[in-house]
């Protein structure tokens, strides 16, 4: 699976706030692998593991998008749909699943889904298809002003590639824009560096922690010189981006 890059334009809300995506998936790693993806695009995503677990997640994310396994432990991905759209009627459903029978397909569409993936599937697939499905729905736009992150007083511009810190410009390497924009991704969330290598540098785990580790020292010494520090360790699981405390 290939890790989608967003150098395109973020999407969001016709209010502004983050696209929301619930997961469905009884394959916790398979589960992660996408919601990772997904909130790389910036979109506020939640998991599930069976039906009972997404229609709970459901009431209280009401989500604009479901990627949806038709094969569940408690039930089928049809019969959770019924369920979703008694929740809310207009959200987009992408099944995904590892049959890939017609009948299966027109089962899935006929059911009231709107798009139809099979595994094995590439992470740019998923992504692109959930951005036309919600555009065409009309419950997300594209952000005409270039997409901003903001954690604490740390902002950045990605269309312009700007960062700045309470105001003062912060000049990074590109590499160091991209471990940034992963890590203000994704704020409060500790980030393994398995994690960091394979969205940031797009190559498997394998002794290039080294990698990580000087990369992080750069940025905190960009980012957290002479303030009060954001990025932080978390001995034996990785790193994370907080706000500031006040």
């Given at each position: 699976m290939n890790t989608p890059r967003s150098g395109r334009p973020a999407l969001s809300r016709p209010d502004g706030t983050p696209v929301r995506v619930l997961v469905v998936d009884d394959d916790p790693d398979l589960a992660e692998v996408l919601s990772g993806a997904l909130r790389y695009e910036g979109w506020d995503v939640r998991t599930a593991d069976d039906g009972a677990a997404a229609v709970a997640q459901a009431r209280d994310l009401l989500p604009d998008a479901v990627v949806l396994d038709v094969m569940l432990p408690d039930t089928d991905g049809f019969g959770v749909l019924r369920s979703l759209h008694g929740v809310k009627p207009d959200?987009?459903?992408?099944?995904?699943?590892?049959?890939?029978?017609?009948?299966?397909?027109?089962?899935?569409?006929?059911?009231?889904?709107?798009?139809?993936?099979?595994?094995?599937?590439?992470?740019?697939?998923?992504?692109?298809?959930?951005?036309?499905?919600?555009?065409?729905?009309?419950?997300?736009?594209?952000?005409?002003?270039?997409?901003?992150?903001?954690?604490?007083?740390?902002?950045?511009?990605?269309?312009?590639?700007?960062?700045?810190?309470?105001?003062?410009?912060?000049e990074l390497s590109p590499t160091e824009f991209e471990l940034l924009r992963f890590l203000m991704r994704n704020p409060r969330r500790v980030l393994s560096k398995a994690q960091i290598l394979d969205r940031v540098w797009s190559y498997d785990?394998?002794?290039?922690a080294h990698v990580v580790e000087l990369?992080?020292?750069?940025?905190?010494?960009?980012v957290d010189s002479g303030r009060e520090p954001m990025i932080h360790t978390v001995r034996g699981a990785g790193y994370v981006l907080k706000p500031v405390a006040r």
């Open positions: 959200v987009c459903v992408l099944f995904l699943t590892a049959r890939d029978a017609v009948e299966d397909r027109i089962a899935g569409i006929t059911a009231g889904g709107d798009d139809y993936v099979t595994k094995p599937f590439s992470l740019e697939e998923v992504v692109a298809r959930l951005r036309g499905l919600l555009r065409r729905a009309g419950m997300a736009r594209q952000l005409e002003e270039g997409p901003r992150l903001a954690v604490g007083d740390l902002v950045m511009d990605e269309e312009a590639r700007e960062v700045t810190r309470a105001g003062d410009l912060i785990f394998g002794g290039q990369y992080i020292s750069y940025l905190r010494k960009k």
